[in-house]
């Protein structure tokens, strides 16, 4: 099991940046990959992001390249979200996920989710 802990949403205005975590703990040693997802009201969740555990490759979502980066602490077991250029439209309901080395496309495990607003 792994247990996924985010944090670091809040309310803040467009153009402003924000910075969220996710911290793993349990069996991190069996991650391999950790994604990052929103989900707005009255739409469907979609994928911001993912980064490898072990190898640190990333891949972003066209409507946010540019603007968010994913990084992780291997040391802290920690990923994060640094979004930048914040959008109306980024208002959402943030959420890390976790896949292992089992299932490397599966995203088996989630965390309770963290709420952005962006005012306009």
């Known amino acids: 099991q792994v247990q996924l802990v985010e944090s670091g949403g809040g309310l803040v205005q467009a153009g402003d940046s924000l910075r969220l975590s996710c911290a793993a703990s349990?069996?991190?040693?069996?991650?391999?990959?950790m994604g990052w997802f929103r989900q707005a009201p009255g739409k469907e969740r979609e994928l911001v992001g993912d980064?490898?555990?072990?190898?640190?490759?990333?891949y972003y979502a066209d409507f946010v390249k540019g603007r968010f980066t994913i990084s992780r602490d291997n040391a802290k077991n920690t990923v994060y979200l640094r979004m930048s250029s914040l959008k109306p439209e980024d208002t959402a309901v943030y959420y890390c996920?976790?896949?292992?080395?089992?299932?490397?496309?599966?995203?088996?495990?989630w965390g309770q989710g963290t709420q952005v607003t962006v005012s306009s």
């Open positions: 996920a976790a896949s292992t080395q089992s299932s490397p496309s599966r995203y088996d495990y």
């Open positions: 349990g069996r991190t040693f069996s991650m391999y990959a």
């Open positions: 980064i490898t555990w072990s190898g640190g490759s990333t």
